[in-house]
């Protein structure tokens, strides 16, 4: 038997917006140091490599150093902080259900491939009552490895037992695309994420507006047709 096609996509920006309590902890962190809280926007520069990188980057804009142990005691209390309350402000965005029971449909399953820490990750996807849609779900600490080393994205293709060559990857970031690259795979943008750089100049196969768009995207790049294609 065949392996299915697959459908792997990130989760902050991508699939939800989780900027809103993303930015909340880090300025709970950056308060507790005496620095400024920095305001939502600034999301699109500073999510994106996960928890460390964004309380790095969040010393960086606020003009000031940070030791490495430091960041580690910071990140261990994020951790806790983010968790509590994950999804205050957070939503999936809209068409991402519909999307998936399409892609479904037509013998896709589908996975998460995330700079988030898997704990987080899993937090998330279960308070939407969305962890069971996803064939695999692997954050950024559940491999030796991570995104943009292209092996996140093959080993979750891997354990969700797909098949890589009619394997497509949805992210909103230099990071996803980076990572589709060097691993062979196809890559969607979506253009409402966290992302300094409008994602067309990323050069994605496909950039889409709306979930709506993805499955025909989707179908596009796997070079599959509709499950009832023939009928119509
Ligand atoms: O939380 C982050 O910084 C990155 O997460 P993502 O890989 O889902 O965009
Ligand atoms: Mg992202």
Do not use: W
């Not at 920006?13 to 902890?25: F, S, V």
């Not at 809209?94 to 937090?123: M, Q, S, Y």
């Not at 600490?141 to 995104?147: E, R, T």
């Amino acid at each position: 038997m065949s392996l299915p096609p697959i459908v792997v996509f990130d989760l902050d920006g991508t699939l939800a917006e989780t900027a809103p309590d993303i930015m909340r902890t880090l300025n709970v962190i950056l308060e507790q140091e005496g620095l400024a809280a920095l305001p939502v926007e600034r999301a699109r520069e500073l999510v994106g490599a996960g928890a460390r990188a964004l309380i790095e980057r969040g010393f960086k804009v606020s003009g000031r150093p940070l030791d490495p142990e430091t960041l580690e005691q910071l990140f261990e209390g994020f951790l806790g902080i983010y968790a509590d309350g994950i999804a205050g402000n957070s939503f999936i965005h809209e068409g991402v259900v519909a999307a998936l029971d399409e892609l479904a449909a037509d013998g896709f399953v589908f996975a998460v491939c995330t700079n988030k820490p898997i704990l987080h990750t899993r937090l998330f996807l279960d308070h939407f009552g969305l962890s069971e849609r996803f064939a695999a779900i692997a954050g950024r600490d559940s491999f030796p490895f991570f995104k943009p080393d292209p092996r996140h994205l093959t080993q979750t293709i891997a354990q969700a037992g797909a098949d890589p060559a009619r394997a497509v990857m949805v992210g909103d970031s230099r990071t996803d695309v980076d990572t589709a690259r060097a691993a062979g795979i196809p890559v969607i943008c979506v253009p409402f994420g966290y992302t300094d750089v409008p994602v067309e100049a990323l050069a994605p196969d496909l950039v889409i507006q709306h979930f709506s768009e993805l499955p025909p995207a989707v179908r596009q790049l796997t070079d599959r047709k509709p499950a009832f294609a023939t009928h119509s």
